[in-house]
């Protein structure tokens, strides 16, 4: 249930309502809109009723809340949310271009890498120190070390950190490094590190689990922001399905269903998406021409030395013609942020 105050309604009047919603045992939630303020009612277990808010003073109107998500719904913020990391900035009308290697290798790698696809306009480098992988046997990450040469980058670049926190423990260390907080697909539903994640004060990239419905993916951005983190962004990285061409399906109809369920900004990851280099810069359009509010990918300049993911890495010259690619997509505002040089 959302309780809507009238547009002159002061804030007496709203925490009136608060002090109404949480004298009857539920959660308040004020949330500031451009023209009203409206407070969601939280955690109610059935059906709310209306009346004893609809006769307090300020109150327009009480509006049923019909999805099982709340924060994350339209129906609670109907505009679009905008996430600031600096001078970069994600959803509304602001593309993000995040780009890196699968794993941070050595500082050598990363800032090689970095330097390049800065040169491309990406202000956003990631890059995981902590790697969920299939084989314990195979390359873990680098852990602290990594974060180390993550810190590097940024002190060397001006860009951006995005990396990967692989569970709650660590989430504490990751977040001191990032300036987006990574989730990957495998951990989409591990609800302790969402929850931690929830109380972070960092941006959270919530990749989509690889079986994962968009109810499931916005419910997992629910137990973010019901911790009091607004700021997640969603991205979809490509689910399982018996296609073998690639290394999962890219659900592209994800773009615009989430656009309509949730204000959240939504990006995409095609190298995860496809799993091969040469499926990554068409897919990168289509994804943006659907209406992706940005991209993350995948870029190596010796894939084939890579520890991880080597055959889905653009080369940079590669990641370069992926930029020039979805400049045709792009608003002029945006085209002008992403050409705009290093910060
Ligand atoms: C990654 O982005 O490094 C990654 C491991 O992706 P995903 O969680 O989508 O598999
Ligand atoms: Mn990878």
Known sequence: ???????????????????????????????????????????????????????????????????????????????????????????????????????????????????????????????GAYKPRTSPYSFQGLGEAGLKILARVRQETGLYIVTEALDHEICDLVEEYADIIQIGARNMQNFS???????????????????ATIQELLMAAEYIMSEGNPQVILCERGVRTFADHSRNTLDLSAIPVVRKESPLPIIVDPSHGCGRRDQVIPMSRAAVAAGAQGLMVEVHHEPHKALSDGPQALFPAQFEELVRGILPFLTEAQQVELLSGPR
């Open 193 to 211: 590190l969402l929850r931690r994640a929830g109380r972070a004060r960092k941006p959270i990239l919530l990749k989509r689990g690889m079986a």
């Open 1 to 127: 249930m959302l309780v809507v105050m009238k547009r002159q309604a002061t804030d007496e009047e709203v925490q009136q309502v608060v002090r109404a919603i949480e004298g009857a045992g539920y959660v308040a939630r004020i949330i500031a809109g451009g023209e009203r303020v409206a407070i969601g009612i939280l955690q109610n277990l059935g059906p709310v009723d209306p009346t004893p808010f609809l006769h307090l003073p300020g109150v327009t109107e009480a509006i049923p809340v019909t999805k099982p998500y709340k924060l994350v719904s339209r129906e609670f913020s109907p505009a679009d949310t905008v996430i600031r990391v600096g001078e970069g900035a994600v959803g509304g009308d602001h593309f993000m271009l995040i780009a890196g290697p699968c794993a941070v290798e050595s500082e050598e790698q990363a800032l090689t890498i970095a330097r390049e696809i800065q040169r491309s306009g990406a202000k956003f480098f990631r890059g």
